[in-house]
């Protein structure tokens, strides 16, 4: 068995294709075939059948040596950041992913502290969606995922970062916002930019349902799932949205927004850095946790 043999399996099983496998390893096709077909007549068994002629799956067979790749390339990456420990040095990889939002509003300053301190580590930074975060996690292609705590399983490791609260969002000098609370009543008033009807969007789904139990008429003008564009139609005066907010975030004063609390509808979350249980951390993979939570965090 080469090692090689054991990456491109490895890829192939995780991007589901042997094309993309091969643009993800810089091999041809043909020779990444060949190099799995010589690993099942050595091991003497199929590891995938086709669906199609597209679709790959994972033969039984196939599921075991996945668990097994798996754990041999995330020991590989143990086994090379150890070695650098001993060597003193700072050098390794960091991976993590987070909401556009998030990477926009709150990272800069802590990545330009980060790689001031580790210009040896090579960062790699993903702007993906909150359920995505989480599945590169338990995956293990991340180091560190950023979501709101509340979305995150129970079998994984959460480090609470930034409090926030879901506000009514509305231009400055809307009528609602002079107001001391606002009401449901009030919000079904006034046309209404909500993200798609998705199982992903709990928001909407629960806005819709109080609504429906009011009796409530409401005119959506517009789907959204991105809230910086959401904010932006709604400075604009199409309508009004709600967003999650951290309090006093200097961008946010920047903007003709009001931001209005609905902790009556919304009980407050957190930003939370989400990692596996199982995850021993390097010296510099800590020291990026360290940066962002400040004294908080002691590992």
């Known amino acids: 068995m080469e090692w090689q043999q054991v990456i491109g399996f490895y890829q192939i099983a995780k991007l589901g294709s042997f094309t993309k496998a091969a643009e993800a390893t810089f091999r041809t096709q043909p020779a ?18 086709r669906i199609g002629k597209r679709k790959l799956k994972l033969t039984s ?23 650098n ?47 995505t975060v989480i599945e590169l996690v338990k995956s293990g292609d991340i180091d560190f995922g950023f979501t709101v705590e509340s979305e995150v399983p129970g079998d994984l490791a959460t480090l609470r970062w930034k409090k926030v609260e879901t506000a009514l969002m509305t231009p400055l000098g809307h009528p609602l916002a002079t107001g001391k609370r606002v009401t449901l009543r009030q919000i079904a008033k006034y046309p209404l930019i909500l993200p798609p009807k998705d199982l992903r969007f709990t928001c909407r ?4 349902e109080r ?8 005119q959506i003008v517009m789907e959204s799932s991105n809230v910086e564009m959401t904010s932006l139609y709604v400075e ?3 309508g009004i949205s709600f967003a999650t907010v951290v ?17 009556q509808l919304f009980k407050p979350d957190y930003i939370a850095a989400v990692m596996r249980k199982d995850k021993t951390l390097a010296s510099y993979k800590s020291s ?11 590992h």
């Open 61 to 83: 067979a196939g599921e075991r040596f996945l668990t097994f790749a798996e754990s041999i390339l995330e020991n590989y990456d143990s086994l090379r950041e150890d070695l």
């Open 85 to 131: 420990e001993l060597k003193g040095s700072q050098k390794g990889r960091l991976k993590i992913a987070a909401p556009f939002t998030t990477l926009y509003h709150l990272f800069p300053e802590v990545l330009k502290e980060y790689t001031k301190a580790f210009p040896q580590v090579e960062l790699t930074i993903l702007d993906r969606s909150q359920q």
């Open 288 to 298: 990026f946790i360290k940066i962002l939570l400040g004294n908080q965090f002691c």
């Open 205 to 208: 789904r629960m806005l819709e």
């Open 247 to 263: 309090r006093d975030l200097p961008a946010l004063k920047q903007r003709k927004l009001e931001f209005l609390p609905m902790d």
């Open 32 to 49: 990444l075939s060949q190099q799995i077909k010589a690993l099942e007549e050595e091991l003497d068994c199929h590891l995938f059948e």
């Open 236 to 238: 604009m005066g199409l």
């Open 211 to 218: 609504f429906q139990k009011l009796g409530l008429d409401y």
